[in-house]
């Protein structure tokens, strides 16, 4: 293949990818607005923040917040890579994109991972992170898959648990990090 023809194939898959979204978008607005299911994904994507607004440790808010969106940009990518391979899809969505779930990834598994390191700092951040990796993967996946908001195309919920697990542990380092001094001044 040369250039010229490389460059015409990527305009083609392009254009595919521009009408994929049309009907995503179509099935979006005529299907599934305000069906329940799409409230559900609506509350999993407004609820959680409502919630860490309420309860969050205002004097460590940064500091989560900056977790928070270390975890929100590398599920956002996983999560990217496996729609992109045919792994899952998620069928009905707030925001009607063809890739990710913005309230799944953007807002239950960072607000949860923000809560757990918050809460309960003593416990060993492994077992924290065990349990929120099983959590997510045999009970989350499985339930946001019976309300149509996942589906497991290509995939084990098992790779799921490891994934949250090392999303959690990451999260967890990130919050231990010194390097929230102040910016000049005192």
């Known amino acids: 293949m040369t250039f010229q023809e490389g460059l015409k194939q990527v305009e083609k898959a392009n254009k595919t990818i521009v009408d994929a979204n049309e009907l995503i978008v179509d099935a979006t607005m005529n299907a599934f607005l305000f069906t329940w299911s799409w409230w559900i994904a609506l509350a999993m994507l407004v609820v959680p923040w409502f919630l860490w607004a309420i309860f969050r440790k205002r004097e460590s808010s940064a500091r989560l917040l900056f977790v928070g969106f270390i975890i929100m940009l590398l599920s956002t990518y996983l999560d990217g890579i496996g729609v992109d391979f045919g792994k899952w899809t998620y069928p ?95």
């Open 92 to 186: 009905v969505k707030v925001i009607p994109l063809p890739t990710i779930s913005y309230s799944f990834r953007n807002s239950v598994i960072p607000v949860t991972i923000m809560f757990l390191i918050q809460y309960k700092s003593h416990l060993n951040p492994f077992f924290k992170a065990l349990g929120f990796g099983a959590f997510g993967a045999f009970v989350g996946m499985p339930i946001m898959s019976m309300l149509d908001l996942y589906n497991k195309v290509d995939w084990a919920y098992t790779y799921s648990f490891f994934i949250f697990t090392a999303l959690f542990l990451i999260g967890h380092w990130f919050s231990r990090r010194k390097s929230f001094e102040m910016i000049g001044g005192k």
